[in-house]
């Protein structure tokens, strides 16, 4: 019974008419892509169709673990409530044509500001969902409320942090001040895809520090027709040795490394990613096992001292 209401109070969460985040716009969100649909994630679809690794039922991860790979919908890839049309379409008009210089300083900013907004979003979703848990009396004695508490007040905390982030991005669009290092790396395309934003941390504590919580990595993983290009970066106010060493690391890899460093970042950093259907069908069953076995004992820390040990695209 409690997971039928927690499923239902989900579902209802997602279906919310969500207001766009764009500016102080007060219309009403559409479903918004993190990567342009018609021409990056277009470049892995077969058949319409991706891959990506979504939750499973909690009551069958002792069989299954915490997630599975699913095939989906192009229209339903890296996509959330974000931005209405109008904003949608005309904040990112540069990097959704087809002929866009998609390595320029506008491209990152422009993927990393919606990536940004993206995760504002969920943490609403998932804000809303269990403050309604919480107040749902039919759960009343059956759920440690202390700990629901624990997480309204935690995502509340994340809300307040990616608005202030959100503005950063919104004042850095609109003065050109060139307030972020970035590097683009362009390499043998690989069929994946992602793209994310995180904060990396030095231990199992949640850290609510306020300076901390800006000091992000911003990543974006384009495929294209010919490679795969990697845009990944920091703001120069908000950094760290490793941030700045992490983000540094990206550049001048073998296919080998590529794909480490690719598994490490799906694995442990991000979730925010895909694949085409053709390379998921080239996985081994074992690097499969071993990613969702990582995932369950580690549900994406972000420790940054913490490094996966195999690599899922081994062929």
Same mark, same amino acid.
């Given at each position: 019974?409690?997971?039928?209401?927690?499923?239902?109070?989900?579902?209802?969460?997602?279906?919310? /008419?969500?207001?766009? =985040?764009? @500016?102080?716009?007060? %219309?009403?969100? *559409?479903? $918004?892509?993190?990567?342009?649909?018609?021409?990056?994630?277009?470049?892995?679809?077969?058949?319409?169709?991706?891959?990506?690794?979504?939750?499973?039922?909690?009551?069958?991860?002792?069989?299954?673990?915490?997630?599975?790979?699913?095939?989906?919908?192009?229209?339903?890839?890296?996509?959330?409530?974000?931005?209405?049309?109008?904003?949608?379409?005309?904040?990112?008009?540069?990097?959704?044509?087809?002929?866009?210089?998609?390595?320029?300083?506008?491209?990152?900013?422009?993927?990393?500001?919606?990536?940004?907004?993206?995760?504002?979003?969920?943490?609403?979703?998932?804000?809303?969902?269990?403050?309604?848990?919480? /107040?749902?009396?039919? =759960?009343? @004695?059956?759920?440690? %409320?202390?700990? *629901?508490? $624990?997480?309204?007040?935690?995502?509340?905390?994340?809300?307040?942090?990616?608005?202030?982030?959100?503005?950063?991005?919104?004042?850095?669009?609109?003065?050109?001040?060139?307030?972020?290092?970035?590097?683009?790396?362009?390499?043998?395309?690989?069929?994946?895809?992602?793209?994310?934003?995180?904060?990396?941390?030095?231990?199992?504590?949640?850290?609510?520090?306020?300076?901390?919580?800006?000091?992000?990595?911003?990543?974006?993983?384009?495929?294209?027709?010919?490679?795969?290009?990697?845009?990944?970066?920091?703001?120069?106010?908000?950094?760290?040795?490793?941030?700045?060493?992490?983000?540094?690391?990206?550049?001048?890899?073998?296919?080998?490394?590529?794909?480490?460093?690719?598994?490490?970042?799906?694995?442990?950093?991000?979730?925010?990613?895909?694949?085409?259907?053709?390379?998921?069908?080239?996985?081994?069953?074992?690097?499969?096992?071993?990613?969702?076995?990582?995932?369950?004992?580690?549900?994406?820390?972000?420790?940054?001292?913490?490094?996966?040990?195999?690599?899922?695209?081994?062929?």
């Amino acid at each position: 019974m409690i997971e039928r209401i927690f499923a239902e109070i989900g579902k209802k969460s997602n279906k919310k /008419e969500w207001i766009c =985040l764009a @500016g102080q716009c007060d %219309k009403v969100s *559409i479903n $918004s892509h993190f990567l342009q649909k018609n021409g990056i994630l277009k470049n892995l679809a077969d058949q319409g169709f991706l891959v990506e690794t979504k939750l499973t039922d909690p009551n069958h991860w002792k069989k299954t673990g915490p997630i599975e790979f699913k095939k989906i919908g192009i229209n339903q890839a890296l996509s959330l409530n974000v931005f209405c049309s109008n904003h949608d379409s005309n904040i990112f008009k540069s990097i959704e044509d087809f002929d866009s210089d998609l390595t320029s300083f506008k491209s990152f900013l422009l993927f990393s500001y919606r990536v940004t907004c993206a995760e504002l979003r969920k943490k609403q979703i998932h804000l809303d969902s269990y403050t309604q848990i919480l /107040e749902d009396e039919r =759960l009343d @004695g059956k759920i440690k %409320k202390e700990k *629901i508490e $624990s997480y309204c007040n935690g995502f509340y905390v994340g809300c307040i942090q990616l608005v202030r982030i959100k503005f950063i991005f919104e004042d850095e669009i609109r003065k050109n001040s060139n307030s972020f290092i970035y590097y683009s790396h362009v390499y043998e395309k690989i069929d994946v895809y992602a793209s994310a934003i995180f904060s990396p941390i030095d231990d199992d504590e949640f850290n609510f520090d306020e300076f901390e919580q800006l000091q992000n990595v911003y990543i974006h993983v384009i495929p294209r027709v010919q490679d795969t290009l990697i845009l990944v970066g920091y703001h120069k106010d908000y950094s760290t040795p490793w941030t700045e060493s992490y983000v540094k690391s990206w550049g001048g890899l073998s296919r080998t490394e590529l794909e480490f460093k690719l598994t490490d970042l799906f694995a442990e950093r991000i979730e925010n990613w895909g694949m085409s259907n053709r390379l998921y069908k080239e996985l081994k069953d074992e690097n499969i096992h071993k990613y969702i076995n990582y995932i369950k004992k580690s549900l994406v820390g972000n420790y940054k001292d913490l490094f996966v040990d195999f690599n899922l695209f081994e062929k």
